[in-house]
């Protein structure tokens, strides 16, 4: 049985938002995790490579209701979905929640990766057996939904390009935007099967004019308004220059 102790790793970002992830896995599939303790319900956005049990990690309070958030369908934020009972996402990727085939989930690059972990997370473990579970959405999301936990509300936003169906959440009281892999402070994928240059580039217009406070990323450390605006200029630049 996996120590999960040991498989995960966490820090306090604020007084109410945990970063979570998997120091274990391959840096290109070690995606940030995040729970977010509300008044009424926690809130949990993206979910791992799923390689161990998450939830036994959190802590919950018994019977205190959990909202699960998907930023998008990619392996590496939603292997442990389905371990969680209300389960949230974009529309334009509801049917690859439901199936989770490699096509949308990217699954199978995972199990050719040479070394996708650096220790198992259990004995059994076969990297070649990776698969992910079926969780199919409860809720189905689109822009300008809210999610509300009683301490913060959070507006949906849709930012697609790194896939259809990704999004980001903003608080737009305090300022703080979960930003899945819309942006992050890393070199951003947008070559991927279900990538859409295009729309990347209209996605980073919009963030770079977001008026945010922190940005948290799908991966790497959290960003200042000025870094992110920074990061979507240097991909528009680079856009135009292909």
């Known amino acids: 049985m996996t120590d999960q102790a040991k498989w995960f790793c966490a820090e306090q970002l604020t007084d109410n938002i945990r970063r979570i992830w998997e120091p274990h896995v391959h840096r290109f599939f070690r995606a940030n995790l995040f729970h977010v303790i509300g008044k009424d319900a926690d809130l949990i956005i993206d979910f791992g490579m799923g390689l161990a049990p998450l939830r036994p990690f959190l802590n919950i309070d018994i019977g205190k209701p959990v909202i699960a958030l998907a930023t998008h369908v990619h392996a590496d934020h939603i292997g442990s979905f389905h371990e969680f009972e209300h389960r949230l996402g974009h529309a334009a990727e509801a049917d690859g929640f439901a199936g989770m085939e490699d096509v949308v989930t990217l699954a199978h690059l995972f199990r050719e990766l040479p070394q996708g972990v650096e220790q198992k997370p259990e004995p059994s473990f076969d990297q070649d057996d990776y698969a992910i579970h079926e969780a199919p959405l409860t809720t189905v999301l689109a822009e300008n939904d809210t999610v509300d936990i009683g301490v913060s509300l959070y507006k949906v936003l849709h930012l697609p390009g790194h896939s259809p169906g ?67 200029n240097a991909y528009l630049d680079a856009s135009a220059q292909r």
């Open 166 to 232: 990704s999004i980001g959440l903003l608080d737009e009281t305090s300022g703080i935007f979960f930003s899945g892999d819309a942006i992050y402070d890393g070199t951003l994928v947008d070559d991927l099967p279900g990538c859409d240059k295009s729309a990347y580039r209209t996605t980073m217009r919009r963030l770079r004019d977001l008026d945010v406070s922190v940005a948290y990323g799908g991966h790497g450390a959290p960003m200042t308004r000025e870094r992110m605006r920074t990061i979507a």
